[in-house]
């Protein structure tokens, strides 16, 4: 094989982040959030997804698209470590490595085989922005991925952080309900960057068509404005 | 991101498969073949590996280097299966996809920092042969990875059957003894092709440097020379 191998996009997911800021930092944390894995045309086969529906958890590999850097460095800062503190790039799941691949455990809600899109996957839990390119969907195997003795280094120590949020009853009725559940998911996981902590500060979240504006103050986040785009 | 990206190859794994006859079915089924994972000159650099000790488990995201079939086809036969029955490729992990990329979850043994070779990583339970291209290395993150409530479709009906080996000491010893508790590892997981039962056959498993010789019979495999390569 030789040193560098070209990778094709089979599919391509869809779902309400158009941009990177309130995209969970890690899949499964968000099990509210749905998305749709659209086959490119010449991978749109009913036939190559036989036998899935009986798995509850795909993997998708998928390529970290927004990232701009060239290069790579050998260490990066770990937004669960507050951003001041340099671990080796293959010690996290940052972007920032010599090959801008992720790895991100779904649930498989359903296969949707009658889509116009051709056959698709539907899925919740993604850690993605709309349109990521995927690289290969394979089954989430328990007796083989499954280690409950696994031990996770720093990401052990440190338990995410749960917001309360407060997001009135008046606003939250301006949105679908199944995104509403899916904002209170993704709000809770605190979309901050670690390093921000300016209780006046307004944010924006984009999502699926919406702009959610909150402020975050004493373990609460408020939202106190929801706009459609 | 356009419609082909290209990878590279960082590491490569060192192992005592030269062949793919005898290489476990999954990771993690064989923890007692070692490996190694040794990077490429260009990713030598210890500072990439900062905290990687902390983690008791990695992916190994990899290339199917000995798959020659350069189509892919929509089903295939999983050995679980007994080889006879179809399945969707994205319902298998079988090599022949339209990536041709391996996901691998194996047990970091230690860090080998001062190596020859550069700094390298000791894994066991890994699923490849020697020389395999490594394209990523991440950490296992128990919180987002582990998934106990996972279902396995077809595979969850079929445990793995294990033999029974019998290894006489006399040419037992002729191994060194780590050599020794892998093979009876990857022997007690029949690395006969599913569609094969002839207890009179003969088969020869290269490890190591050795050529071992068995047949079975009877859910029991029975060694009956080892030979030094």
Known sequence: MPDTVPMNVIARLRCDFTEKFGVPRQAGLAEHVYSRVVFEPEYRNADALRGIDGFSHLWLIWGFDRVRQKTWSPTVRPPRLGGNERMGVFATRSPFRPNPVGLSCVRLVRVERDDPDGPCLLVSGADMTDGTPIFDIKPYLPYADCRPDASGGYTDLLPEK????????????????????????????????????????????????????????????????????
């Open 162 to 229: 749960r917001l309360a949020v407060d997001f009135p009853d008046v606003l939250a009725e301006k949105l679908p309900g199944e995104k509403r559940a899916a904002l209170l998911d993704i709000l809770s996981h605190d979309p901050r960057p670690s390093y921000q902590s300016d209780p006046n500060r307004e944010y924006g979240l984009s999502y699926g068509g919406y702009d959610v504006r909150f402020r975050v103050s004493g373990g609460t986040l408020r939202v106190f404005e929801v706009l459609a785009i």
